[in-house]
């Protein structure tokens, strides 16, 4: 028989003596002498003393000794088990570095991914508290757009152009002004004296339309009627959109209300995204949440080797309570661990 064991841990050993006479028996009420040898890398099998002795259990025909931890601080161990009117009997420990209960259980943060995990640290959320921003926040984009995504209007509505319209001053390229406010026109407002026909002006919903985009690219620098502070209504529309209360939340660093959908370490989960102690393993098709709980459970929860029943016993968070098993198998050249199930 062979067994994988923990290097250097002490192990109960347990094992029947078989009636020599009738071999479907175990032989009871002997005295079982033992022969032991040991083996580390490529060196020889050396002479291997044990402490304990073989003990029967009851009358059962089985017998137990206690291995300790220096006795099994080796690569290979062997047992011979010989007895008077029983067979021999034989038991080889192959020994491992680390078992299954070895495993971290330290959770993950829902990702292995080293690159994903090297920007998801701990410093960087807590860059994220008390509205700051990671570092890396430098490289997006800060050419101002004004509450819009229409690049034709970013252009026109720029800082450059802002700063233009500041203390009543117009653009400098407004001095051409190709519309139906001509020069002459401009001349007859002097002094409240309206002409007659002044009455059939447009309103401002003809006159915004007069003053489109393409019209305002039409304006050259450098000539402007004396009472052109008067214009205003061109920029009417602009102003809706670049108005007191989109420039306030520019100021002093701070980001459009938007921003404030982006979670930081401190908000709570939504409800069902907490992880739980689990009642059943969960099914091939489960949700996400689900399987990451799984997860982070069979990590994290008390696992049992039994090798009697040869089954992996998974418990619930207060470990006592099985709730799950997995059969194992070892036939000296490969060791084999089954599905996760239900209790037996």
């Known amino acids: 028989m062979v067994i994988r064991h923990k290097k250097n841990t002490a192990y109960y050993l347990e094992l029947p003596m078989v009636n020599a006479a009738t071999p479907a028996n175990f032989k009871s009420e002997l005295t079982v002498a033992d022969e032991a040898y040991y083996k580390d890398g490529a060196g020889e099998y050396t002479s291997l003393s044990i402490t304990d002795t073989f003990t029967e259990i009851g009358t059962t025909g089985i017998y137990k000794i206690v291995l300790i931890a220096s006795e099994l601080n080796h690569d290979l161990v062997i047992i011979k088990l010989t007895a008077a009117g029983a067979a021999d009997s034989f038991v080889k420990f192959e020994m491992d570095a680390q078992e299954i209960d070895d495993i971290p259980t330290t959770p993950m943060r829902g990702t292995d991914s080293a690159a994903l995990a090297s920007v998801c640290s701990e410093a960087r959320l807590a860059e994220l508290d008390q509205a700051n921003l990671p570092a890396d926040i430098a490289a997006i984009p800060t050419t101002p757009m004004r509450g819009t995504d ?47 026909d002044i009455q ?40 809706a959109i670049c108005s007191e209360a989109r420039l ?97």
Not at 221 to 229: E, H, I, K, T
Not at 320 to 325: D, G, N, V
């Open 150 to 196: 229409n690049a034709a209007l970013a252009s026109v509505c720029s800082e450059a152009r802002l700063a233009e319209l500041a203390a009543a001053n117009l653009p400098a390229d407004v001095d051409t002004l190709k519309t139906r406010c001509t020069e002459a026109r401009l001349a007859e407002l002097d002094a409240a004296n309206l002409p007659t």
């Open 248 to 344: 306030a939340e520019l100021d002093a660093a701070n980001l459009p209300a938007v921003t404030d959908l982006i979670k930081t370490k401190t908000d709570a989960l939504p409800a069902g995204w907490n992880m739980t102690d689990l009642a059943a393993v969960p099914a091939i098709n489960t949700g996400i949440v689900e399987a990451l709980n799984w997860i982070y459970v069979l990590c994290r929860n008390k696992k049992i080797t039994n090798k009697i029943t040869k089954e992996i016993e998974l418990y619930k968070d207060n470990s006592t309570t099985k709730f799950a098993e997995s059969d194992i198998l070892d036939d000296g050249t490969l060791f084999t661990q089954g599905k996760f199930g239900g209790v037996d």
């Open 200 to 239: 059939a002006i447009p309103t401002t919903p003809a006159l915004a339309s007069v003053c489109t985009e393409a019209r305002l690219a039409e304006l050259d620098p450098g000539n402007l009627p004396a009472d052109a502070n008067a214009i205003g209504v061109i920029v009417s529309a602009i102003q």
